[in-house]
């Protein structure tokens, strides 16, 4: 493929609003994942919460698109100077030639929760205020970006688990290509509900403390919540990080269980690899998914070490930000192209004793060091697969 530039990037998170925040948190290797005090929840777990949604409800245009997951998006789209970075490239090509690609695994199901305490007691109907089409249709999170940007060319929604915001570079970088539009706003969010927390949990899935990816004690997921964008465009060289490219697969084995030999992940970073026309050797830290689930990281590290042996450096980000479900490509794509911008390989602050059964280099502790290609994972129920190749423009 054609390397696209990643002109303007932001992310936030439970580590902080901002890429400074982040970065500052990355650095210091500190964990913000707490004891759960979600809502009502009522689970031994840990979650990864961003600080302050409640302050922040949409108001004027966009107040029919108020939830906790749109919010989350406009937080995110308010840092790093990523609103006037879209709106110069408005400017530039024309709001109809900027796409909009957004995913998000569960949108803003929060709401529908909270509307179903509301039946009416007579004919079980939601309430008649209940904005479902603004909020929890997957749809919202595009069509309120786009709403948010001022932008007016194609909008695109992709639910694919938690894959999802991966999967938003890999369908922009196509339509590009294609010519149907010049640029795109790509990212996404996921945000914390009853369901995602309750569900999880019963699928035994959850860990009490906070997860330790790769760990030998590794016992489940902390899940959490993130909101993060990447404006894609053609020829500039912006942020000095570019799409050098990506690979998709379905594996469809199970509903939530990945192929126990990984099949679905290597094919995935291989078609990443290449789509950017470069071998194994050449990718000098990989971001893993790697949940801390016991079958999913023996999975991914027997793909991973198939495909890059015992050598390259790689671990999984998620003892930071929790696992952010469908808005962990986005996360973990911006902690990637950090990791080019600033020479450092995140270290993986919950790890305490790497798996005596891993085989792939598994690094714990953070490390200042020269990176030109980063590829990052993410993997979600059902098989969705996406792995990005970044790299220094």
Same mark, same amino acid.
């Given at each position: 493929?054609?390397?696209?530039?990643?002109?303007?990037?932001?992310?936030?998170?439970?580590?902080?609003?901002?890429?400074?925040?982040?970065?500052?948190?990355?650095?210091?290797?500190?964990?913000?994942?707490?004891?759960?005090?979600?809502?009502?929840?009522?689970?031994?777990?840990?979650?990864?919460?961003?600080?302050?949604?409640?302050?922040?409800?949409?108001?004027?245009?966009?107040?029919?698109?108020?939830?906790?997951?749109?919010?989350?998006?406009?937080?995110?789209?308010?840092?790093?100077?990523?609103?006037?970075?879209?709106?110069?490239?408005?400017?530039?090509?024309?709001?109809?030639?900027?796409?909009?690609?957004?995913?998000?695994?569960?949108?803003?199901?929060?709401?529908?929760?909270?509307?179903?305490?509301?039946?009416?007691?007579?004919?079980?109907?939601?309430?008649?205020?209940? /904005? *479902?089409? !603004?909020?929890?249709?997957?749809? @919202? =999170?595009?069509?309120?970006?786009?709403? %948010? #940007?001022?932008?007016? +060319?194609?909008?695109?929604?992709?639910?694919?688990?938690?894959?999802?915001?991966?999967?938003?570079?890999?369908?922009?970088?196509?339509?590009?290509?294609?010519?149907?539009?010049?640029?795109?706003?790509?990212?996404?969010?996921?945000?914390?509900?009853?369901?995602?927390?309750?569900?999880?949990?019963?699928?035994?899935?959850?860990?009490?403390?906070?997860?330790? /990816? *790769?760990? !030998?004690?590794?016992?489940?997921? @902390? =899940?959490?919540?993130?909101?993060?964008? %990447? #404006?894609?465009?053609? +020829?500039?060289?912006?942020?000095?990080?570019?799409?050098?490219?990506?690979?998709?697969?379905?594996?469809?084995?199970?509903?939530?269980?990945?192929?126990?030999?990984?099949?679905?992940?290597?094919?995935?970073?291989?078609?990443?690899?290449?789509?950017?026309?470069?071998?194994?050797?050449?990718?000098?830290?990989?971001?893993?998914?790697?949940?801390?689930?016991?079958?999913?990281?023996?999975?991914?590290?027997?793909?991973?070490?198939?495909?890059?042996?015992?050598?390259?450096?790689?671990?999984?980000?998620?003892?930071?930000?929790?696992?952010?479900?469908?808005?962990?490509?986005?996360?973990?794509?911006?902690?990637?192209?950090?990791?080019?911008?600033?020479?450092?390989?995140?270290?993986?602050?919950?790890?305490?004793?790497?798996?005596?059964?891993?085989?792939?280099?598994?690094?714990?502790?953070?490390?200042?060091?020269?990176?030109?290609?980063?590829?990052?994972?993410?993997?979600?129920?059902?098989?969705?697969?996406?792995?990005?190749?970044?790299?220094?423009?």
């Amino acid at each position: 493929m054609q390397p696209l530039s990643v002109s303007h990037f932001t992310v936030t998170s439970a580590l902080g609003r901002g890429l400074d925040a982040t970065l500052a948190a990355l650095r210091a290797g500190r964990s913000p994942l707490r004891r759960c005090d979600f809502e009502t929840v009522d689970l031994p777990t840990h979650i990864g919460a961003v600080e302050g949604l409640d302050a922040h409800p949409l108001g004027g245009g966009l107040a029919a698109y108020d939830c906790r997951n749109n919010r989350l998006a406009q937080l995110a789209l308010d840092q790093d100077g990523f609103r006037d970075a879209v709106a110069e490239a408005a400017v530039r090509y024309g709001a109809h030639r900027i796409g909009v690609f957004a995913g998000t695994s569960t949108a803003a199901i929060f709401e529908t929760e909270q509307a179903f305490r509301h039946l009416d007691p007579a004919t079980g109907a939601l309430p008649a205020d209940f /904005p *479902y089409r !603004q909020t929890h249709n997957t749809f @919202s =999170i595009a069509d309120f970006v786009q709403h %948010a #940007l001022g932008l007016e +060319g194609p909008a695109v929604s992709i639910s694919a688990a938690c894959a999802s915001t991966a999967m938003t570079f890999a369908a922009a970088a196509r339509m590009i290509a294609s010519g149907l539009c010049d640029a795109a706003v790509v990212g996404g969010v996921d945000s914390l509900c009853l369901t995602t927390l309750y569900g999880f949990h019963a699928l035994q899935l959850t860990a009490e403390g906070p997860c330790r /990816p *790769y760990d !030998q004690e590794r016992a489940g997921i @902390s =899940i959490g919540e993130a909101g993060g964008f %990447a #404006l894609l465009e053609r +020829g500039r060289e912006g942020s000095g990080i570019s799409l050098l490219g990506y690979g998709e697969s379905s594996d469809a084995y199970h509903m939530s269980s990945p192929h126990p030999e990984g099949l679905g992940a290597r094919r995935a970073m291989e078609k990443a690899l290449a789509a950017a026309g470069m071998q194994p050797a050449d990718i000098d830290y990989v971001n893993l998914h790697g949940t801390a689930t016991r079958v999913g990281d023996a999975a991914e590290d027997k793909a991973v070490f198939g495909l890059f042996g015992g050598t390259t450096p790689c671990n999984s980000t998620k003892g930071f930000t929790g696992h952010t479900l469908g808005a962990s490509g986005i996360v973990e794509a911006v902690i990637s192209a950090l990791a080019i911008r600033h020479g450092h390989i995140p270290a993986s602050p919950t790890t305490r004793d790497v798996d005596s059964g891993i085989t792939c280099r598994y690094v714990t502790a953070g490390e200042d060091r020269p990176l030109k290609r980063v590829m990052s994972n993410s993997f979600g129920f059902g098989g969705s697969n996406c792995s990005l190749i970044l790299g220094a423009a």
